[in-house]
């Protein structure tokens, strides 16, 4: 009963509810990254560069015969996935450095020790002119 006992506590910590809200989140978020980059970012590049759709770029290797389908290596498809993990490798990274810079400033501002009241400077003061007398 130990065993139930400590696995409900581990499924249940702030921890892993938080990394399962992340994962499902990260996986919407690629589906997008994936959106961006093959339906508005890759077009206009393949423009560019003379029309080439890179999703259809590929070398046949052996060609299709006697209902046999053709053997191709799909290079254009890999250098999609390639652009499409550069993009949410940059975004990840952006958003990081957001948090830690947030976390950073937060910690500073908690650090940092809170100004003397009014009332504390003016007795300091008052005890430094009794000690000096």
Request: hydrophobic share 55%; aromatic share 6%.
């Amino acid at each position: 009963m130990g065993m139930l006992k400590e696995f409900k506590e581990f499924a249940v910590k702030g921890n892993m509810i938080d990394m399962a809200v992340g994962i499902i989140i990260g996986a919407a978020f690629g589906k997008v990254v994936s959106s961006l980059v093959k339906d508005v970012l890759m077009p206009p590049l393949g423009l560019l560069i003379g029309g080439v759709d890179f999703t259809d770029l590929a070398i046949t290797l052996k060609a299709a015969a006697d209902g046999a389908e053709a053997v191709t290596l799909n290079y254009g498809a890999f250098i999609q996935t390639i652009v499409d993990f550069l993009i949410v490798a940059f975004a990840i990274f952006v958003a990081i450095k957001v948090i830690n810079t947030l976390k950073r400033k937060e910690e500073e501002a908690a650090a940092a020790p809170p100004k003397p009241s009014n009332e504390e400077l003016l007795l300091s003061e008052i005890r430094d002119l009794l000690k000096t007398k």
